[in-house]
C-alpha cells in the first residue's frame, strides 16, 4: 500500500472525526427532498428553524458545560421554572420585556446555585443537576399551583412573532450563537473551559481559576436556558410548570452529534448548531412522511445510542484523548 493511499485515508478519518456531522446533515437534507416534495419549501424550513430554535438554544449552553468536562440533566426542569417565574412576571407589570429578563435572571441564579455546589463540595455535576431537575420542576409546580399562567396573549411576540418575515424565536437562536462563537472562540473564558475539560489538573497548574469557570460556565447555561425557558412560554401562548420535559436529553444529543465529546475538552458551536438542523430535520421528516408517533420516540432513543457511539468512534479517531 502506497504512502500517498495511507495518508489519503488518515486524512478522510480526521475529516471524519473532525467534521462527520457536516457530512450527516448534508445526507439527510438530499435524503429528506426525496422523500417529500415540501422539505425544501421556505414555510418548511422556517419551519424546522422555529421547531429547533428553543432547544438549540439550550443546547450553546449545554456545549460549553459538556466541553468543560461536566454535564447538566436540569435543563428542562429549568426551562419550565424561569419560563412560568418569567410569565408571572409579565402578568404583574404588563411588560413583555420584564417578563423575559425576570425569566433570564431565574435561570441564572439556577445555574449559579448548581455551579457553586458543585465547586464547593466538589461534587459530580451529574447528582447535583440532577437534583436541581427534581427541585426545579417542583418549584415550577409549587410557584403555579400546578395550574398553567393564561391569558398572556401580549407576550407572544418572542414565541411567534415575526422580523423581515423570519421568526423571532430563529433570530434569537442565530443571536445566542453569534454570542456563544465570541464567547468559545475570541475569549479567555473560552480558552478556559476547552483546558479544564481537557486536562482540569494541569489548567490548575497553569493559574486557571477551574472553580471560577465553572462557576461561571453553569451561570451562562442557566442563563441560556431561561431564555429558551420564556420564549417557549411565549409561543404555547401560557405558563406551563409541566413544559420542557426531556429537553434536556435532545440538548445534549444536538450537541454530541455536533461533535461535542462527553470526555471534554472538544466541541464546537457551530457543530451544535448543525447538530440541532440533523435532529431538526429528521423529526420534521418523520412528520412529513406521517411516521407513528410511537416509532418516533423509539428513534429518538436510537439518535443517542448513535450519538454516543459517534462520540467514542470520533476520539478513537482523534487519538483516544481524554
Same mark, same amino acid.
Given at each position: 500500500?502506497?504512502?500517498?493511499?495511507?495518508?489519503?485515508?488518515?486524512?478522510?478519518?480526521?475529516?471524519?472525526?473532525?467534521?462527520?456531522?457536516?457530512?450527516?446533515?448534508?445526507?439527510?437534507?438530499?435524503?429528506?427532498?426525496?422523500?417529500?416534495?415540501?422539505?425544501?419549501?421556505?414555510?418548511?424550513?422556517?419551519?424546522?428553524?422555529?421547531?429547533?430554535?428553543?432547544?438549540?438554544?439550550?443546547?450553546?449552553?449545554?456545549?460549553?458545560?459538556?466541553?468543560?468536562?461536566? *454535564?447538566?440533566?436540569?435543563?428542562?426542569?429549568?426551562?419550565?421554572?424561569?419560563?412560568?417565574?418569567?410569565?408571572?412576571?409579565?402578568?404583574?407589570?404588563?411588560?413583555?420585556?420584564?417578563?423575559?429578563?425576570?425569566?433570564?435572571?431565574?435561570?441564572?441564579?439556577?445555574?449559579?446555585?448548581?455551579?457553586?455546589?458543585?465547586?464547593?463540595?466538589?461534587?459530580?455535576?451529574?447528582?447535583?443537576?440532577?437534583?436541581?431537575?427534581?427541585?426545579?420542576?417542583?418549584?415550577?409546580?409549587?410557584?403555579?399551583?400546578?395550574?398553567?399562567?393564561?391569558?398572556?396573549?401580549?407576550?407572544?411576540?418572542?414565541?411567534?412573532?415575526?422580523?423581515?418575515? *423570519?421568526?423571532?424565536?430563529?433570530?434569537?437562536?442565530?443571536?445566542?450563537?453569534?454570542?456563544?462563537?465570541?464567547?468559545?472562540?475570541?475569549?479567555?473564558?473560552?480558552?478556559?473551559?476547552?483546558?479544564?475539560?481537557?486536562?482540569?489538573?494541569?489548567?490548575?497548574?497553569?493559574?486557571?481559576?477551574?472553580?471560577?469557570?465553572?462557576?461561571?460556565?453553569?451561570?451562562?447555561?442557566?442563563?441560556?436556558?431561561?431564555?429558551?425557558?420564556?420564549?417557549?412560554?411565549?409561543?404555547?401562548?401560557?405558563?406551563?410548570?409541566?413544559?420542557?420535559?426531556?429537553?434536556?436529553?435532545?440538548?445534549?444529543?444536538?450537541?454530541?452529534?455536533?461533535?461535542?465529546?462527553?470526555?471534554?475538552?472538544?466541541?464546537?458551536?457551530?457543530?451544535?448548531?448543525?447538530?440541532?438542523?440533523?435532529?431538526?430535520?429528521?423529526?420534521?421528516?418523520? #412528520?412529513?412522511? #406521517?411516521?407513528?408517533?410511537?416509532?418516533?420516540?423509539?428513534?429518538?432513543?436510537?439518535?443517542?445510542?448513535?450519538?454516543?457511539?459517534?462520540?467514542?468512534?470520533?476520539?478513537?479517531?482523534?487519538?483516544?484523548?481524554?
Amino acid at each position: 500500500m502506497s504512502h500517498k493511499t495511507i495518508k489519503s485515508r488518515f486524512s478522510l478519518k480526521q475529516a471524519f472525526a473532525n467534521y462527520g456531522y457536516i457530512f450527516i446533515l448534508v445526507f439527510m437534507i438530499i435524503i429528506s427532498s426525496i422523500l417529500s416534495p415540501v422539505f425544501l419549501t421556505r414555510n418548511n424550513i422556517l419551519n424546522i428553524l422555529r421547531q429547533m430554535s428553543i432547544t438549540v438554544i439550550i443546547a450553546y449552553g449545554v456545549t460549553m458545560i459538556i466541553i468543560s468536562g461536566m *454535564i447538566d440533566l436540569s435543563s428542562g426542569s429549568v426551562v419550565a421554572f424561569s419560563g412560568v417565574v418569567g410569565t408571572s412576571a409579565f402578568v404583574a407589570t404588563g411588560s413583555p420585556w420584564v417578563g423575559l429578563i425576570v425569566g433570564i435572571l431565574v435561570g441564572a441564579a439556577t445555574g449559579l446555585f448548581s455551579g457553586s455546589v458543585i465547586t464547593a463540595f466538589n461534587l459530580p455535576p451529574f447528582i447535583v443537576t440532577l437534583a436541581m431537575m427534581t427541585a426545579a420542576r417542583g418549584l415550577a409546580l409549587l410557584y403555579t399551583g400546578g395550574y398553567p399562567i393564561i391569558d398572556i396573549d401580549a407576550f407572544t411576540t418572542f414565541g411567534k412573532g415575526f422580523f423581515l418575515g *423570519i421568526p423571532i424565536p430563529v433570530l434569537i437562536m442565530m443571536g445566542v450563537f453569534l454570542l456563544s462563537i465570541v464567547l468559545t472562540r475570541r475569549t479567555r473564558f473560552g480558552r478556559y473551559i476547552f483546558a479544564i475539560g481537557g486536562n482540569e489538573e494541569a489548567a490548575i497548574a497553569s493559574g486557571i481559576n477551574a472553580k471560577k469557570v465553572k462557576i461561571m460556565v453553569f451561570t451562562l447555561n442557566g442563563a441560556f436556558v431561561g431564555l429558551a425557558g420564556v420564549i417557549l412560554m411565549s409561543r404555547i401562548n401560557s405558563g406551563q410548570p409541566a413544559a420542557g420535559l426531556m429537553y434536556e436529553l435532545d440538548a445534549i444529543t444536538m450537541a454530541v452529534i455536533g461533535g461535542t465529546s462527553l470526555a471534554g475538552g472538544i466541541g464546537s458551536i457551530p457543530g451544535t448548531l448543525a447538530g440541532g438542523l440533523i435532529v431538526g430535520i429528521l423529526k420534521n421528516i418523520l #412528520n412529513l412522511t #406521517n411516521v407513528s408517533p410511537y416509532w418516533q420516540q423509539i428513534l429518538k432513543g436510537l439518535i443517542i445510542l448513535i450519538a454516543v457511539i459517534m462520540d467514542v468512534y470520533t476520539k478513537s479517531l482523534r487519538g483516544g484523548k481524554k
